[in-house]
């Protein structure tokens, strides 16, 4: 049997995120105001989460710049409850990212 592991990456906070995907495959970040995402460096193939937590205050929101193909074709509405977590699944073909996603962890 094998596995799959890549290092968890923490983000900074910030109102606009450049997410590099060659620091990991898995990102984290702690949302402690309204912010939004560009994803960088996407590889054919990938696959990449994105944890998001709601800081102390909630109710942050999160936008993207790339245009992502949901589930359903419906963008998820994030926890807004503080500490929250909601995770964000993308897989790259090379063209599209194609989202899912779970909610309120």
């Known amino acids: 049997y094998t596995q799959y592991s890549t290092a968890c990456y923490t983000l900074g906070f910030g109102t606009n995120i450049t997410i590099d995907w ?11 105001g309204n912010t939004t ?4 460096n996407a590889l054919a193939g990938g696959r ?4 998001v937590t709601q800081d102390g205050t909630g109710s942050r929101t999160l936008s993207y710049t790339n245009t992502i193909k949901w589930t359903n074709g419906i963008a998820p509405s994030l926890s807004t409850t503080s500490g929250k977590t909601d995770i964000i699944t993308l897989t790259y073909d090379g ?3 194609y989202g899912s996603y779970n909610l309120s962890y």
């Open 37 to 40: 995402v560009t994803f960088n």
């Open 95 to 97: 063209t599209n990212f």
């Open 22 to 32: 060659n620091s990991g495959n898995v990102q984290t970040v702690t949302l402690t």
């Open 48 to 51: 990449y989460s994105l944890i």
